[in-house]
C-alpha cells in the first residue's frame, strides 16, 4: 500500500506525506517558510534525496520544497495521472497531401517517468496525432515506429533501414517524409539519409525536439507542425532538418542536411547552418525560401537507394601534446578511415607524422577537417600543412567533421580503392563542400559588446 500511494517518497519526506495524509498524485496546497504552493504531488525518482516533494504546479513546471520548511499541508483532490495518450485514427482528406512519419524515438516522442527521473521514448507515432490534433489540418499523416531509441543509439543499421523505408514510400507515391528524432546525433542521421538517397523528388524532414513534451516550454509541437507543412508542401526535395529558428514560437528553419550542426546543449534554437545561411523559414502554412539554389519537388517517384556504410571509421579531435598511440591504435584495431579534426588551418604536432605515415602505408584513408567548423582547411599555407600533405593527409574543404565521418563511412562502403574514395570524398552531393561561404554564413553575435547589446535590446526587452 505505502509503495502504491507514495510513489519514490522514503525517510523524512515520507514521514511528513504520512503525516499530513497526502498522497502522490494529490492536489494540495502547501504552507511554508518560503511561501505558499499550490500543485500535483508527483512521484519522486528512486535515485533522488529524502528530503523533498515534488509538485507540478498550475504553469507546468515541477518545483521541489524541502520538508524542514512545510508548516501545513491539505489535500485539495485526488486523480491519478495517466501515462498514455490514446492512440487515434488520422482524418483523411483528398485535398490535403500525403505524408509519412517515421518514428525513432528521443524527446519528441517521450515522456517523463517520474519514478526515475528519466525521459523516455514512450509515445508510439499514433499517439503524436493523439497529442498535436492541429497536424490534421496541415496533412494526411500515416506513422510507422521503427525503432524506440534514443538518437545516441542510432547508428549504421538504423540509418540504412530508414533509408530503405523512405525509398519504398516514394515509391508507392508519398508526397513527404518525417522522421521524428532524438537532437544529439540528428545531424548525422541527416548527413547519412543525404549520400543514400540519391535524387529526391519530394521533402525528406528530420525533427526533434529539446523539451520533453510534459514541459510547457516544450518545442515538441511547433517542430510537428512546422515539419508537417515542410514535408507536404514545401518544394524542396532534400533532406532536411527542421528545428526552431529563433528561442521564440515565431518559426522553424529548414537546414540542408549536410550543413547542419547543433549547437547549443539545451537552447530550443540548438541547430544551425554552418558556413552557409539556412534553406528557408517555415511556420505552420508557410514556407519562405532563403536560398535560391535547392533541389525542386518532383511528380516521379523515382530515387536511387544507396545504403552503404563501413564501421570502420573515426574521428579524431586533435588536442595539444596528442600521442602517436591514438593514431595506431586505430590503425592496429583494422580502421580504415579516420577524419581528423584539426587546429586553424588543419594541424596536428609533428609527433603524429611517424603514425599518419604508418596509416598511409597500411592502406588507411586520412581525412582533415577543422575543429572551428566554420571555414577551409589550407594545408599549402605553413609548413606543418604541406608535410601531412606528404604524408597523405588530404584535406576536406569545409566539410564538417561529423558530415566527413559519415561520408568517408558511406564511400569506404562502396570501395577500397581509395583513390576512388577520394573522387566521392572531394565531389560535393549536397553542398557538404562548397566554393565559398557566405558573407552571412559566418555570425557571432558576443554578449557584452556596447553595439551587439543595443541591436539585442530591440528584441528582448
Known sequence: MVEDIFQGYRGRALQVLQEYSARVWSSVRIDSTRGMFEGTILPRSEKDDDRHIVLKIVTGYNIG??????????ELGYQKAKYQIPEKDFPYSEEKPNV?????????????????GAVIPAFSPGELYGAVPELADICNLTTEKLFAVFSENMGPEQYITLAKGIGKEIEKGIEGVIIGHGTDTLHHTAAALTFMLKDLPVPVVLVGSQRSSDRPSSDAALNLMYAAYAAGHSDIAEVMVCMFGPTSDEY?????????????????????????IPLAKVTRNSVDML?????????????????????????????????????????????????IAGTGLGHVNKPLYPALDRAREKGVAVYMTVQTLWGYVHMY???????MLELGVIPAENMLPEVAFIKLSWALGQTDDLKEVQE???????????????????????????EVEEFIKKFRK
Open 252 to 276: 522553424g528553419f529548414l537546414h540542408r542536411g549536410t550543413r547542419v550542426r547543433k549547437m547549443h546543449s539545451s537552447y530550443r534554437s540548438t541547430f544551425r547552418t554552418i558556413g552557409d
Open 424 to 450: 566521392i570524398m572531394l565531389n560535393p552531393i549536397n553542398d557538404e563542400i562548397t566554393e565559398r561561404e557566405p558573407y552571412n554564413g559566418y555570425l557571432v553575435y558576443q554578449g557584452g559588446v556596447p
Open 100 to 116: 509519412k512519419l517515421f518514428g525513432t524515438g528521443g524527446t519528441i516522442a517521450s515522456r517523463l517517468d517520474y519514478r526515475t
Open 381 to 387: 599555407v605553413y609548413e606543418t600543412g604541406r608535410d
Open 65 to 74: 520544497i524541502n520538508v524542514d520548511t512545510i508548516i501545513n499541508m491539505d
Open 291 to 339: 536560398k535560391e539554389n535547392y533541389n525542386p519537388r518532383r511528380k516521379d517517384k523515382r530515387v536511387e537507394v544507396r545504403p552503404y556504410f563501413d564501421e570502420r571509421v573515426s574521428i579524431v579531435y586533435y588536442y595539444p601534446n596528442m600521442q602517436p598511440d591514438i593514431i595506431n591504435s586505430l590503425v592496429d584495431n583494422g580502421y580504415r578511415g579516420i577524419i
